[in-house]
């Protein structure tokens, strides 16, 4: 049954290797290369929302054939406006990183 009160939020949506044909959501500025869930889980926190559940042996539908992973989180605006949160603090986190 599906859940209306939650959203999805998967890796490959940030993924600054894919194409958008292949599953990111957000525009190469917001993306990193290959973010892990750990890195996602921080900055979703970052933003100020709870995760329900998370899982990392799962595979992106439209990559069947690479491991990925996601978070759930409770819908409390659209998804664009939750992606935009989340990659804003995964892209500032990483480039602190490498600094």
Same mark, same amino acid.
């Not at 959501?25 to 979703?44: H, I, N, Q, W, Y």
């Not at 990925?68 to 480039?95: C, D, F, H, M, W």
């Given at each position: ?30 993306? $990193?290369?290959?973010? @892990?869930? =750990? ?9 100020? !929302?709870?995760?329900?559940? #998370? ?17 759930? $989180?409770?819908?409390? @605006?659209? =998804? ?9 603090? !995964?892209?500032?986190?990483? #480039?602190?990183?490498?600094?």
């Amino acid at each position: 049954m599906k859940d209306y009160e939650h959203v999805v939020i998967w890796l490959d949506y940030f993924n600054k290797n894919l194409k958008k044909s292949k599953g990111r959501r957000v525009g190469l500025e917001k993306c $990193v290369f290959d973010p @892990s869930l =750990k890195e996602l889980t921080d900055a979703t926190k970052a933003s100020g !929302l709870e995760i329900t559940e #998370s899982d990392d042996k799962v595979r992106f539908p439209k990559r069947p054939f690479v491991r990925s992973g996601y978070v759930i $989180v409770p819908k409390g @605006s659209s =998804k664009t406006k939750i992606l935009n949160k989340i990659s804003e603090k !995964l892209v500032a986190k990483r #480039s602190k990183q490498s600094k």
